[in-house]
């Protein structure tokens, strides 16, 4: 379905029966990068899987991370979506939920954190900044190899050639210049300060071998958040629903069915 915001065109699908889960993916993938995970969760959740910008039929105006925040936050009352709804997010996705939880956290209930910082330090900048201006000036099939050591480590690269040439095809489909000015924007974020308003149950997850959000930072976002649980997952990049699908519902359903 297409739902209008402010902020413009969200493409969102809906699966599953039970409490309402947002989902949110990272820069580097669309809705589809849950699809392994996806049919575990929808035994009991209805899930909401968000296109976000540039992907599918999302058709956003340059918003800044947090105005896509705000985005999210319009979507789910449009959709009339409960106070007791969770919400998810993987890399840009979780980055947005972040913005979410400072800006609207009284209109959900539990947040998940995928693999987010709370800002990235400069060689991070850095790194964002050299694929978006390779994207920028050549296009997405330029930044392919960039993006793919950005979202796995080499050990599952080479151990798993089938899902790299999925996951790049899904890139080839990315808007370059909405790519880009997504770069830029997550350069620009800087939640530290902010992070003590959040008062949504949290809990926070990195890949023991991302080497995109690294998790001794990625466990920082934790620390800065009340509350919130950090969990280190083994063996894992910047994409735990894909690289340790059991790891990562375990960690939901423990999270989730939590009283």
Known sequence: MLIETTYGVLDVEQDGQGRDLVL?????ADRTAFDLVRPT?????RLWLVNLPGYGKSA???AGIEGYADQIAEMMAVLGL????????????????VALAIRHGGKFDRLIVADSLAAFPEPGKAALLVLEKEVREKGMAAGLDIAI???????????FPEVVKERKQVLLQMNPVIFSRLCVALTQVDFAPLLS???????????????TTIPELVSQLAAGIPGAR??????CGHCPQIEQ???FLALLDEFLSAQ
Not at 24 to 28: A, F, K, T, V
Not at 41 to 45: A, F, K, Q, S, Y
Not at 230 to 235: A, L
Request: net charge positive; charged share 20%; aromatic share 6%.
């Open 24 to 28: 949110l993916h990272s820069l580097l």
């Open 41 to 45: 969760l929808t035994e009991n959740h």
């Open 60 to 62: 956003p105006r340059d």
């Open 82 to 97: 409960p106070r007791e709804t969770d919400v998810l997010g993987n890399g840009l996705g979780g980055f947005i939920s």
């Open 149 to 159: 050591l950005r979202m796995f480590p080499p050990s599952f690269i080479q151990a």
């Open 197 to 211: 308003r959040i008062r949504n149950r949290t809990l926070v997850m990195g890949g023991a071998l991302d080497g």
């Open 230 to 235: 950090y969990v280190k997952i083994p063996d």
């Open 245 to 247: 699908p059991g790891a």
